[in-house]
């Protein structure tokens, strides 16, 4: 039912970038002209907005568009024909994003609230202009309105505690109006202000009292429910104390997560990540673990001497990602031969022979 | 006087009885295992890193290759983790088709390793009936989605293929009944055969507490006594609705996890019974998602009872149509890690014995 909503949803929204589009060539030179004595910021809208533009038409969600703007080439068949009107429209880009902005503003909730990396980079540019332009008060109210933006990741103070309160009204009639699945997404994004209610929420407060009681609030660094996987507590803990933390959780008779499920690790490009599944058979927990450490040379607490299932599920992580264990009692490649070179799963790997 | 002097024997990895490619480097002292190295990755085909570059759909067929014992199952888990995070609502009629053939798959996956393990032990004819049995199961699936292992059958959503016509389920429900008699046999001829007591019992021992330590799951994790299927205790997709058992043991040996295993194939054609009767009479096999799949930004977990044990799926996705990072937790590589343990001061007659009863798919193990 969700999908109906949103398939006219798609419609009217390809209907709006047709016709901002169309204003947006049309607009192309005044705008330019107006344009060309705008901010520094710009540069980085346009961008986004041009490699934008073919997939906004062929996908008919305009502001989602800019999220998707590095891959969004590869999903069109007629990219051609829009990147020539792509290019058109560039010099006007930075203005129809700010007309288009408003427009969408009000109609398309979503994205705004997304928090995807990319997407969020489109937004804060795109807000950074609003705040700038919003010295003049009135307009950066009538935009922060429709725009819950700039609670997700405000650079701007001033424009941030003026929006937080909208965006949290915003945010729950959005979370009305919107079907379930959208729902999910709003909640998904890394703002937390606005928690939804869970089931698993008193096991997450349970287990983060622990962990705080023992250790102190900084081990810490966030915990939430992962709505994204049926509500999954998770926390984010310090690698420093992590073994510690670790042993505590395996030991502590009302946590007692005796169970390591999952062990693995994520290359996130400006630092590497392990992620771990604990549960407990007695108490019935399940606990979802973050651990951040250096991309290069990172080192992790091997879990090993805690959980034995850890011993090849770390030399999985170290095979490929490069993530070393301190403490593994044999840290060797798990799959590929010893003499590779590299670790394959990393975003930087470079195969050593192309032709393989 | 006799001397010994300890032995390097290598295992596989072109052995029949590693089943697949396992390498194992064992040191022997005599006929007693001094100590065992097990050397994976002859099969590792890189699926989490291929599976950057794909979109979701296109990943189904690699998950066929990863179990390919019970492909039904890992087609599965991937689709549930993307309609997980979608939050999509899976058609009555799809659901229905889903535990239908994973539950046969179940029955399949446990004929195959009932066949392989006792000709293992030195038995060949349960392998010959036990394929006969699989084989028809095999022949269902084909009739259902073309392929007799790699069934790339689901998909975000749902399923792939209706049933081809209305006397598919009275096929199954023909296999079924006729299977129940033919599992009667195989405990008549096997499980009081004197020789396969002497072989499994008391072989590969463990309890509970070692289990939980190892990560073990499946009937390597019920074999000591834990109650833990995820089918009953966390349901997902509709198994809320059958009533079935969950089979345990607390010896924790080889012949427990036999008879597990055995027990379990009953217990899925109880739940294959009951979905015939429930199943729909209409309806759609597809829910409505979009032509372009592209999961929230976000990560999930999800996971699910194989008959290897628990497999689970991880995605962080940045909302694009590919995932960012895909992670399979497969239960056939975790479970394999106590081996060694397990092998240590053990007779080399029993190390097949052994590995066998852990049952893992290499497919699995190296991904």
Known sequence: ?356 | MIRTEEMLLNVGPQHPSTHGVFRLLIKIDGETIVEAIPICGYLHRGTEKLAEDLNYTQIIPYTDRMDYVSAMTTNYVLVHAVETMMGIEIPERAEYLRVIVMELQRIASHLVWFGTYLLDLGALSPFLYAFKEREKILQLFTELCGARLTYNYMRVGGVKWDIPDEGWLKRVKQFIDGFKKEWEGYHQFVTGNEIVQARLKGIGKYDAETAIKYSLSGVNLRCTGVKWDLRKNEPYSIYDRFDFEVPTATEGDCYSRYLLRMAEMEESRKIVEQALQQFPSGGEIMAKVPKIIKPPVGETYVRIESPRGEIGTYIYSKGRPNPYRLHFRRPSMINLQILPELLKGENIANMVTILGGIDIILGEVDC
Request: charged fraction near 30%; avoid cysteine.
């Open chain 1, 1 to 356: 039912m969700a999908d109906e909503k949103d398939l006219e949803l798609e419609k009217a929204k390809a209907a709006a970038a047709a016709k901002a589009k169309a204003a947006a060539a049309a607009k192309a030179k005044a705008a330019a002209l107006a344009k060309a004595n705008g901010n520094a910021e710009q540069t980085a809208p346009q961008e986004e907005s041009t490699a934008a533009q073919p997939q906004a038409v062929e996908n008919a969600a305009p502001a989602e568009a800019s999220s998707a703007a590095a891959t969004g080439a590869d999903d069109l068949a007629d990219a051609k024909a829009k990147a020539i009107a792509a290019a058109k429209a560039k010099a006007a880009a930075a203005a129809a994003a700010k007309a288009k902005a408003m427009a969408n503003a009000g109609g398309d909730e979503s994205p705004a609230v997304d928090g995807d990396d990319a997407k969020a980079k489109a937004i804060a540019a795109a807000k950074a202009k609003a705040a700038a332009a919003a010295a003049a008060k009135a307009k950066a109210m009538a935009n922060a309105g429709g725009d819950e933006s700039p609670a997700a990741d405000g650079d701007d103070a001033k424009a941030k505690a003026i929006a937080a309160a909208k965006a949290k009204a915003a945010a729950v009639a959005a979370a009305k109006a919107k079907a379930a699945g959208d729902a999910a997404a709003v909640e998904s994004g890394a703002a937390p202000e606005a928690e939804k209610p869970s089931k698993n929420r008193p096991k997450l407060e349970l287990i983060v009292k622990k962990i705080t009681d023992r250790f102190g609030a900084d081990v810490i660094e966030d915990s939430y429910i992962n709505f994204l996987a049926k509500e999954l507590p998770t926390v984010v803990i310090k690698k420093e104390s992590w073994f510690e933390v670790a042993r505590f959780l395996r030991e502590e008779p009302e946590l007692a997560f005796e169970y390591l499920s999952d062990l693995h690790g994520i290359d996130h490009e400006t630092h590497m990540e392990v992620f771990y599944v604990l549960q407990s058979y007695r108490t019935g927990l399940v606990l979802s673990v973050r651990v951040k450490t250096e991309r290069d040379g990172g080192e992790l607490p091997s879990l090993t001497p805690i959980w034995s299932g850890a011993n090849w599920q770390e030399r999985e992580v170290y095979d490929l990602l490069g993530v070393r264990f301190t403490g593994h009692p044999d840290l060797r490649r798990m799959f590929l031969p010893d003499d590779w070179v590299g670790h394959p799963l990393r975003k930087d790997y470079v195969q050593y022979d192309e032709e393989v």
